[in-house]
C-alpha cells in the first residue's frame, strides 16, 4: 500500500513569513500534485510535478519533486493571510489510484 | 473549461432517513473518487470507480453504496443516516489511464439534524 506523509501537521505564522510544508513516501510515484482547500470548499489544484528533481515555481510558490520521486516539498515566500488552507499532497501512478496525504493546515496570521 | 459537477451543493436531512448525491466528471475523465470530510478534519476516503466498476475501497460504511453510471456520472447513495454522517462530501475525477491530475468538485454539504 502506497501512503504519503506530510509535515508538519499544523503551521501557524506571521504574515511575511516563509515556510516549507513536506510531502513524503517510501513508495516511488510517477506524479505527485498539490492542492490547496480553503473551508467549506473542493481541494483546487495548484501544481503537478512528474520529472524527479523537478522544480515548478507559482508566484510566491515554490514546488520541488525529489530527484526519486519519493518526495516533495512546497515553500513558501513572504506568507500572507490568504494562503491560509490546507494543503494536500496526492501521488499518482498509472493505471493506480489515486494517494492523499493527510494535509498540512496553515494559517498565516495578519 | 468544464470542471466537476455535484448536487446538490447542500442537503438537510434527519436522523434515518436516506440521501443521493450526484457527481458528474468532467468529460472523458473514466475515474471517480469520493471523499468525506468532517468539520475540522482532513478528507477521508470513501470509494472509487474505474470504467464504470468499483476501483478501490476506504473507509466507507456499509450504509453507504455508490456507483457509476454508463455516462460516468456517480451517486452516493446513504441510507440510515445519523449525525455523524454530516459532513462535506467531495467527488474527484481524472483520466487514470493518462495519470493526470484529479479534479475536486465544490463539494456536497450534508447536514442531518
Partial sequence: TQLLEQSPQFLSIQEGENLTVYCNSSSVFSSLQWYRQEPGEGPVLLVTVVTGGEVKKLKRLTFQFGDARKDSSLHITAAQPGDTGLYLCAGANYGQNFVFGPGTRLSVLP | ?113
Avoid at chain 2, 37 to 51: H, K, N, R, T
Avoid at chain 2, 68 to 87: K, R, T, V
Avoid at chain 2, 107 to 112: A, E, H, I, K, S
Wanted: hydrophobic share 30%.
Fill in chain 2, 1 to 113: 473549461a468544464a470542471g466537476v459537477i455535484q448536487s446538490p451543493r447542500h442537503l438537510i436531512k434527519e436522523k434515518r432517513e436516506t440521501a443521493t448525491l450526484k457527481c458528474y466528471p468532467i468529460p472523458r475523465h473514466d475515474t471517480v473518487y469520493w471523499y468525506q470530510q468532517g468539520p475540522g478534519q482532513d478528507p477521508q476516503f470513501l470509494i472509487s470507480f474505474y470504467e464504470k466498476m468499483q476501483s478501490d475501497k476506504g473507509s466507507i460504511p456499509d450504509r453507504f453504496s455508490a456507483q457509476q453510471f454508463s455516462d460516468y456520472h456517480s451517486e452516493l447513495n446513504m441510507s440510515s443516516l445519523e449525525l455523524g454522517d454530516s459532513a462535506l462530501y467531495f467527488c474527484a475525477s481524472r483520466i487514470r489511464a493518462e495519470n493526470t491530475e484529479a479534479f475536486f468538485g465544490q463539494g456536497t454539504r450534508l447536514t442531518v439534524v
